[in-house]
Protein backbone atom coordinates (compact mmCIF):
# COMPACT_ATOMS: atom_id res chain seq x y z
CA UNK A 1 0.00 0.00 0.00
CA UNK A 2 1.10 3.46 -0.70
CA UNK A 3 1.12 5.68 2.22
CA UNK A 4 2.45 8.63 3.90
CA UNK A 5 4.22 8.34 7.32
CA UNK A 6 5.18 11.18 9.42
CA UNK A 7 8.28 10.68 11.80
CA UNK A 8 9.18 13.61 14.29
CA UNK A 9 11.54 14.07 17.24
CA UNK A 10 10.94 16.76 19.68
CA UNK A 11 13.23 19.94 19.43
CA UNK A 12 16.39 20.31 22.21
CA UNK A 13 14.22 17.73 24.42
CA UNK A 14 17.53 16.74 26.02
CA UNK A 15 16.88 20.20 28.16
CA UNK A 16 13.29 19.39 29.62
CA UNK A 17 13.11 17.88 33.30
CA UNK A 18 11.02 15.31 34.25
CA UNK A 19 7.62 17.79 34.29
CA UNK A 20 8.38 18.93 30.86
CA UNK A 21 8.94 15.47 29.21
CA UNK A 22 5.82 14.38 31.11
CA UNK A 23 4.02 17.92 29.66
CA UNK A 24 5.20 17.19 26.16
CA UNK A 25 4.12 13.10 26.40
CA UNK A 26 0.97 13.39 27.63
CA UNK A 27 0.46 16.60 24.81
CA UNK A 28 0.95 14.27 22.43
CA UNK A 29 -0.56 11.58 23.13
CA UNK A 30 -3.78 14.06 23.26
CA UNK A 31 -3.26 15.29 19.85
CA UNK A 32 -2.61 12.01 18.38
CA UNK A 33 -6.18 11.02 19.99
CA UNK A 34 -7.59 13.87 18.08
CA UNK A 35 -5.77 12.98 14.81
CA UNK A 36 -7.01 9.07 14.66
CA UNK A 37 -10.57 10.96 14.98
CA UNK A 38 -10.57 12.99 12.19
CA UNK A 39 -8.26 11.82 9.63
CA UNK A 40 -8.18 7.85 10.74
CA UNK A 41 -4.39 8.43 11.72
CA UNK A 42 -2.75 5.64 13.68
CA UNK A 43 0.29 7.49 15.85
CA UNK A 44 2.79 6.35 18.81
CA UNK A 45 5.23 8.10 20.88
CA UNK A 46 8.04 6.77 21.35
CA UNK A 47 10.36 7.98 24.83
CA UNK A 48 8.18 10.86 25.01
CA UNK A 49 10.05 12.80 22.99
CA UNK A 50 9.76 10.65 19.42
CA UNK A 51 6.42 10.01 17.04
CA UNK A 52 5.63 8.20 14.39
CA UNK A 53 2.03 8.79 12.71
CA UNK A 54 0.47 6.93 9.84
CA UNK A 55 -1.73 8.78 7.48
CA UNK A 56 -3.45 6.70 5.25
CA UNK A 57 -4.62 9.28 2.96
CA UNK A 58 -1.61 10.69 1.21
CA UNK A 59 -2.94 13.64 0.61
CA UNK A 60 -3.40 14.85 3.42
CA UNK A 61 0.20 13.89 5.11
CA UNK A 62 1.08 17.78 4.80
CA UNK A 63 -1.91 18.97 6.68
CA UNK A 64 -1.55 16.69 9.28
CA UNK A 65 2.51 17.39 9.89
CA UNK A 66 1.41 21.21 9.78
CA UNK A 67 -1.39 20.17 12.59
CA UNK A 68 1.54 18.57 14.63
CA UNK A 69 3.77 21.56 14.33
CA UNK A 70 1.06 24.01 14.72
CA UNK A 71 0.01 21.99 18.63
CA UNK A 72 3.15 21.36 19.56
CA UNK A 73 4.70 25.07 19.57
CA UNK A 74 1.17 26.30 21.35
CA UNK A 75 1.81 23.49 24.21
CA UNK A 76 2.46 25.94 27.28
CA UNK A 77 6.47 25.18 27.95
CA UNK A 78 8.09 27.61 30.70
CA UNK A 79 11.88 28.24 31.33
CA UNK A 80 11.75 28.19 34.78
CA UNK A 81 8.86 25.53 35.07
CA UNK A 82 9.74 22.81 31.97
CA UNK A 83 13.53 23.10 30.88
CA UNK A 84 16.69 22.40 32.72
CA UNK A 85 18.70 23.84 30.09
CA UNK A 86 16.66 26.93 30.35
CA UNK A 87 18.40 28.41 27.02
CA UNK A 88 17.19 25.44 25.23
CA UNK A 89 13.62 26.67 25.93
CA UNK A 90 14.12 29.30 23.03
CA UNK A 91 14.70 26.23 20.38
CA UNK A 92 11.60 24.61 21.37
CA UNK A 93 9.49 27.79 21.13
CA UNK A 94 10.93 28.43 17.37
CA UNK A 95 10.80 25.37 16.14
CA UNK A 96 8.80 22.96 18.11
CA UNK A 97 9.68 19.63 16.54
CA UNK A 98 11.19 18.51 13.30
CA UNK A 99 9.16 16.53 10.92
CA UNK A 100 10.02 14.10 7.88
CA UNK A 101 7.09 12.86 5.28
CA UNK A 102 7.77 9.71 4.38
CA UNK A 103 5.63 9.18 1.18
CA UNK A 104 6.05 4.91 -0.43
CA UNK A 105 4.94 1.75 0.32
CA UNK A 106 4.28 0.01 3.65
CA UNK A 107 4.76 -3.75 2.90
CA UNK A 108 3.72 -4.43 6.92
CA UNK A 109 1.23 -2.68 8.55
CA UNK A 110 -0.26 -3.67 12.04
CA UNK A 111 -1.96 -1.05 14.70
CA UNK A 112 -3.21 -3.75 16.90
CA UNK A 113 0.55 -4.94 17.02
CA UNK A 114 2.32 -1.59 16.66
CA UNK A 115 3.73 -2.81 13.04
CA UNK A 116 4.76 -0.30 10.87
CA UNK A 117 7.02 -1.66 8.09
CA UNK A 118 8.19 -0.62 4.93
CA UNK A 119 9.70 1.90 2.22
CA UNK A 120 7.87 4.80 4.25
CA UNK A 121 8.59 4.86 7.57
CA UNK A 122 12.13 4.33 5.99
CA UNK A 123 12.49 7.39 4.34
CA UNK A 124 10.67 9.28 7.03
CA UNK A 125 13.30 7.83 9.95
CA UNK A 126 16.36 8.36 8.33
CA UNK A 127 15.44 11.58 6.99
CA UNK A 128 15.27 12.56 10.78
CA UNK A 129 18.01 10.81 12.14
CA UNK A 130 20.24 11.89 9.57
CA UNK A 131 19.20 15.86 10.54
CA UNK A 132 21.95 15.94 13.65
CA UNK A 133 21.45 19.27 15.41
CA UNK A 134 24.64 19.10 17.17
CA UNK A 135 27.57 21.02 16.37
CA UNK A 136 30.49 20.86 18.73
CA UNK A 137 28.80 22.39 21.97
CA UNK A 138 25.65 24.41 20.39
CA UNK A 139 22.86 22.97 18.46
CA UNK A 140 22.26 23.84 14.80
CA UNK A 141 19.22 23.52 13.55
CA UNK A 142 18.61 24.33 9.28
CA UNK A 143 14.97 22.32 8.06
CA UNK A 144 12.60 21.02 10.49
CA UNK A 145 9.95 20.36 7.48
CA UNK A 146 11.28 17.53 4.94
CA UNK A 147 9.56 15.53 2.33
CA UNK A 148 10.95 12.79 0.95
CA UNK A 149 10.31 9.42 -1.50
CA UNK A 150 11.91 7.75 -4.42
CA UNK A 151 10.23 10.15 -6.74
CA UNK A 152 13.00 12.54 -7.71
CA UNK A 153 10.08 15.19 -9.08
CA UNK A 154 8.00 14.71 -6.51
CA UNK A 155 10.57 15.63 -3.93
CA UNK A 156 11.89 18.47 -5.84
CA UNK A 157 8.80 20.11 -6.13
CA UNK A 158 8.09 20.03 -2.71
CA UNK A 159 11.51 20.94 -0.87
CA UNK A 160 10.86 24.62 -1.93
CA UNK A 161 6.94 24.85 -0.82
CA UNK A 162 8.49 22.87 2.53
CA UNK A 163 11.47 25.65 3.38
CA UNK A 164 8.96 28.56 2.93
CA UNK A 165 6.07 26.67 5.22
CA UNK A 166 8.98 25.95 7.87
CA UNK A 167 10.13 29.46 7.65
CA UNK A 168 6.27 30.65 8.19
CA UNK A 169 6.03 28.21 11.29
CA UNK A 170 9.06 29.17 12.75
CA UNK A 171 8.45 32.77 12.83
CA UNK A 172 4.58 32.54 14.09
CA UNK A 173 4.20 32.97 17.69
CA UNK A 174 2.34 30.06 20.29
CA UNK A 175 -0.92 32.02 20.10
CA UNK A 176 -0.54 32.34 16.27
CA UNK A 177 -0.06 28.09 16.14
CA UNK A 178 -2.86 27.66 17.92
CA UNK A 179 -5.61 29.25 15.84
CA UNK A 180 -3.25 27.36 12.59
CA UNK A 181 -4.21 24.47 14.78
CA UNK A 182 -7.45 25.06 14.69
CA UNK A 183 -7.67 26.07 11.52
CA UNK A 184 -6.38 22.92 9.78
CA UNK A 185 -8.30 20.69 11.94
CA UNK A 186 -11.49 22.44 10.22
CA UNK A 187 -12.69 24.72 12.76
CA UNK A 188 -14.64 27.73 11.92
CA UNK A 189 -13.53 31.11 12.88
CA UNK A 190 -16.78 31.14 15.56
CA UNK A 191 -16.06 27.51 16.89
CA UNK A 192 -12.40 29.12 17.16
CA UNK A 193 -13.30 32.13 19.43
CA UNK A 194 -15.71 30.08 21.95
CA UNK A 195 -12.26 27.82 22.50
CA UNK A 196 -9.59 30.12 22.72
CA UNK A 197 -11.90 32.95 24.51
CA UNK A 198 -10.57 35.66 22.04
CA UNK A 199 -12.21 38.00 19.79
CA UNK A 200 -12.96 37.06 15.59
CA UNK A 201 -10.63 40.38 15.22
CA UNK A 202 -7.73 38.42 17.46
CA UNK A 203 -8.33 35.41 15.39
CA UNK A 204 -8.39 37.43 11.83
CA UNK A 205 -5.32 39.14 13.31
CA UNK A 206 -3.45 35.41 14.43
CA UNK A 207 -4.04 34.18 11.21
CA UNK A 208 -3.04 36.83 8.47
CA UNK A 209 0.10 37.85 10.60
CA UNK A 210 0.86 34.02 10.62
CA UNK A 211 0.58 33.61 6.79
CA UNK A 212 -3.26 31.70 6.93
CA UNK A 213 -3.55 32.06 3.32
CA UNK A 214 -0.54 30.71 2.15
CA UNK A 215 -0.57 27.88 4.50
CA UNK A 216 -4.28 27.06 2.98
CA UNK A 217 -2.69 27.02 -0.47
CA UNK A 218 0.39 25.07 0.02
CA UNK A 219 -2.01 22.53 1.72
CA UNK A 220 -4.23 21.88 -0.99
CA UNK A 221 -1.32 22.21 -3.72
CA UNK A 222 -0.13 19.20 -2.02
CA UNK A 223 -3.29 17.20 -1.63
CA UNK A 224 -3.84 17.95 -5.65
CA UNK A 225 -0.28 16.52 -6.86
CA UNK A 226 -0.39 14.03 -4.66
CA UNK A 227 -4.16 12.45 -5.23
CA UNK A 228 -2.40 13.03 -9.02
CA UNK A 229 0.74 10.84 -8.69
Known sequence: MITAVISGD???????????RALIENSLIKLLGELKREFDV???????????????EPSKALRVALIIKGFVKSIPIEKNIHYVVNKRVKLFK??????????????RFNPEKGIIDGEAIYLSGRTINKSSTFSKNRLVIKHTLYFVSNNNKLNNEFEPLFALLDVLIGKATSKQCKVLYLKLMAYNEDAIVEKLGISQSVVNQHSRRAGWNAIEKAVKHFSEVIKAD
Do not use: Q
Open 10 to 20: IISSTGLNDTG
Open 94 to 107: THGIRLAIGYGELS
Open 42 to 56: YGRVIKGDYLECVVP
